[in-house]
């Protein structure tokens, strides 16, 4: 059973925007980052944005400008907003919790489809 539970992917049109959401399944305590990774098919997974206590969200790279990040740890949940969809954007999205204790949770992932 998943402790996060990621919404809002779907299929949209390249320069389409989505906004994915994520909520823990019950209470967490002491987090100290919250994450989006992706993982498009015959690749690894990846980090696309990260925000931890304290300081303001990391992108990578390739996503810079187009997406950003936002979250409430003490509702325990996050928000990645993605504009200007681009069919590289295509792959499963998933959010992560990392706990003071270094517990590290994740969602079941979402599937995020850009077409051309």
């Known amino acids: 059973q998943a402790q996060l539970v990621e919404s809002g992917g779907g299929l949209v049109q390249a320069g389409g925007s989505l906004r994915l959401s994520c909520a823990a399944a019950?209470?967490?305590?002491?987090?100290?980052?919250m994450g989006w990774y992706r993982q498009a098919p015959g690749k690894q997974r990846e980090l696309v944005a990260q925000?931890?206590?304290?300081?303001?969200?990391n992108f990578a790279d390739s996503v810079k400008g187009r997406f950003t990040m936002s979250g409430d740890y003490a509702k325990n949940t996050v928000y990645l907003q993605m504009n200007s969809l681009e069919p590289e954007d295509t792959a499963v999205y998933y959010c992560?919790?990392?706990?003071?204790?270094?517990?590290?949770?994740w969602g079941q992932g979402t599937q995020v489809t850009v077409s051309s």
């Open positions: 992560n919790f990392l706990g003071t204790s270094n517990f590290s949770l």
């Open positions: 019950r209470s967490i305590f002491s987090i100290k980052a």
């Open positions: 925000m931890i206590r304290g300081s303001s969200a």
